[in-house]
Structure formats: structure tokens, C-alpha cells
């Protein structure tokens, strides 16, 4: 009898609960939560890598399925909140143990929730693709603090505070000694930021002009080499999809709805998924306002109509739809979406 199991991953420890080949349920605690510990457990307990195990995908869940996978393990990686409604109401005490117990008893069962477990390559670039949003969220905040200071002092508005005009207008703004000071801590923090995401940006674009599958989704209007590779690398493999409605979903720009009796009314957008893959779509979908974008046509018919979430914003339409036409474009290309890139190892990496 393969050994069958769950474990629930924590910074400080991962709790196990399995049962062996004899029927036998064993369980308890490995510690501390690091690849070498895992590493001996596991070559202490399934050496022959005969097992099969289940893990939520929270933070952690990387190197968990790596090692086990380099031991042979078969891994099952579930989604954390699909995994909590098939736990039901909440009748005594939730612990550890009782969580990998529930992992493990969805895994006996049929019941595990399965999610895509993304190659080295992907998850790389997708954790590139989120540091570089969050060093530009960084980048914009602080000017945003600027433009909050100069309102405070009662200066002009500066626009485009990064271009050469921007700084000279920063340096004649009549500021107090203090003001002055923090304008100039921000645009040196500013400056700083901007000398990391240039290289990181170049860094990625490099990798979509060689990879198939953003070449792919790098040919719809509006989708450049930055947003063609982080879409890649946050969508993964388009055939874990059954419909582009999953995709949508996926990406949490479906709407929520209240019904009830004979009463519906519409919510807000889900916003579950990447916030990575919203801003890729949304910055695609800004294009459709423009003349020469084949869904120019389709944008201001929505505009028009001013009526439900898509005439109110019909940019959110256009997301939409760049994500279905993402969808049936990686399923058509196959394994070759997510085929490694032709650059070298070190390129990528550098």
C-alpha cells in the first residue's frame, strides 16, 4: 500500500499526518521547517519515494513540493480556500493536526481539490513579474507623497515630477526648510527605485522575446513585451481552464452577485486572483480607446450605453476580453506555451 498523507505547512514547523503501508496512522511534527530537515525526513521515512502527499498552497508550498518531488514523492497541491469549504462548519478546535488529517482524508478520498503546480521556469519569472509591480507600486507612491506635499504648501502642481521639466519645477517650488527635505528624500528614494526596476524590466523582456508563448500574446493590440510576460507567467498553462469564463474568474475580474427570492443585484468585481494579471490586462485594455485597436468598435458601443458594469467601464469589457483571446491563444500553442526560453541560464537569470 502506497503511503498516503497531508501536511500542513508553517514558518516554524510542518505537521504531518499519514498512513503508512501497514494501515497505521501516523502523525506529528517536523522541525524547523527547512529543506534539509524535509530532506531527512523524508529519506528516513520514504526512501523508495512510494508515498503520495497533500499540501495547501500557502506560503512555503514551494520548496515542500520541490523536495518531495526530487524524492519521488507524488505531490497534490490544493487550493487553500477550496480545501476550507470542504471542511464544512467548524464543530470543535482547528489545529495543525487536524488540518493535516482533513489534507490527508480529502487525498484517501478523492476529494483534494488539485491545483496546477507551475515549472521552476514559470514560477522564476512570475515571482520577477511581482517584485517589478511592487517596486513600481513603491515608485508611484512616493510620488504620490510628493504631489500631497506640494498641495500641503500651497505650491502649483508639478506634472510628470520624473522628467527633466518635473525636476526643475521640484527645485523652484517654494517649500519650507522641512517640505524641502522631504521632497528631496523622496526623489531619492525615487531614483533608487528607478535603478532597479530598469535593469528588471529589460530582464523580462528579454525572456517574452524568447519564449513561444508570450511571442504569442505579445501580437494582440495593446499587449507589449511586459504585459505579454507577465500574463504569461501568472496564467501558466491555459489548459487547466475548461472555459475563458474560468480564466476571468481566475483573474478575479467576474462580478459578484447577491440573489435571493426574486431579488439579484450586482456587486463588486471577486478581485481573487493575481493583482499582477489585472494590472498586465487592464494596462492591454486601455488601447481599445484608440483608432487603430480592433476593439475601438466594441469599447464605445459600451461607453454608450452607460448602463450595468460594462457601460460604466468598459475598459473592464476589454480586460475581459484580452483574457479569453489569452486563453484560446496558449491552448492552441500547447506544450510550446510554456516551453523555456532559447536564452541561456545565466541571460535569464542576469
Keep these: 500500500m502506497t503511503m498516503v498523507g497531508g501536511f500542513d505547512v508553517h514558518r516554524q514547523q510542518i505537521t504531518f499526518d499519514y498512513v503508512d503501508s501497514d494501515g497505521l496512522v501516523r502523525s506529528g511534527q517536523i522541525r524547523p521547517a527547512t529543506r534539509r530537515t524535509l530532506r531527512a525526513w523524508l529519506a528516513g521515512h520514504c526512501p523508495d519515494g512510494d508515498a503520495d502527499f497533500a499540501l495547501e498552497g500557502c506560503t ?12 519521488g514523492v507524488w505531490v497534490h497541491l490544493g487550493d487553500p480556500a477550496e480545501v476550507a469549504a470542504l471542511r464544512g462548519p467548524k464543530k470543535r478546535a482547528k489545529t495543525d493536526h ?13 476529494r483534494f481539490p488539485e491545483s ?44 510628470a515630477l520624473l522628467s527633466v521639466a518635473g525636476r526643475e519645477a521640484l527645485a523652484q517650488a517654494q517649500l519650507s526648510p522641512v517640505g524641502r527635505q522631504y521632497v528631496d528624500t523622496a526623489l531619492g528614494r525615487i531614483d533608487q527605485l528607478s535603478a532597479e526596476i530598469d535593469p528588471l524590466r529589460t530582464q523580462l523582456v528579454r ?14 493590440y495593446g499587449v507589449g513585451w511586459l504585459c505579454a510576460v507577465i500574463m504569461w507567467a501568472e496564467i ?18 467576474d462580478v459578484t452577485v447577491y440573489s435571493s427570492d426574486a431579488k439579484r443585484s450586482p456587486g463588486r468585481l471577486s478581485r481573487q486572483g493575481a493583482p499582477e494579471l489585472r494590472w498586465a490586462a487592464f494596462e492591454a485594455a486601455k488601447c481599445a480607446s484608440r483608432r487603430g485597436s480592433p476593439d475601438n468598435a466594441y469599447y464605445h458601443k459600451l461607453a454608450v450605453k452607460r448602463d450595468g458594469h460594462n457601460g460604466k467601464n468598459p475598459t473592464l469589457a476589454v480586460e475581459r476580453k484580452i483574457l479569453r483571446r489569452c486563453y484560446h ?14 536564452l541561456d541560464d545565466t541571460e535569464v537569470a542576469a
Design 60 to 71: 512555503g508550498w514551494r520548496y515542500v513540493t520541490e523536495e518531495l518531488a526530487a524524492a
Design 98 to 110: 487536524a488540518d493535516a488529517r482533513l489534507l490527508r482524508t480529502l487525498l484517501l478520498e478523492g
Design 236 to 253: 501558466g498553462d491555459a489548459r487547466r481552464f475548461s472555459s475563458s469564463d474560468q480564466l476571468v474568474r481566475y483573474a478575479g475580474l
Design 329 to 342: 491563444m496558449l491552448r492552441e500553442l500547447g506544450d510550446a506555451a510554456l516551453a523555456p526560453p532559447t
Design 116 to 159: 496546477w503546480i507551475p515549472p521552476v521556469h514559470v514560477l522564476e519569472i512570475r515571482t520577477l513579474g511581482r517584485l517589478y509591480c511592487t517596486l513600481m507600486d513603491e515608485r508611484r507612491a512616493w510620488q504620490q507623497r510628493i504631489h500631497a506635499q506640494l498641495f500641503q504648501q500651497g505650491c502649483p502642481p508639478v506634472k
Design 207 to 220: 525572456f517574452a522575446m524568447a519564449q513561444p508563448g508570450c511571442q504569442v500574446l505579445r501580437g494582440q
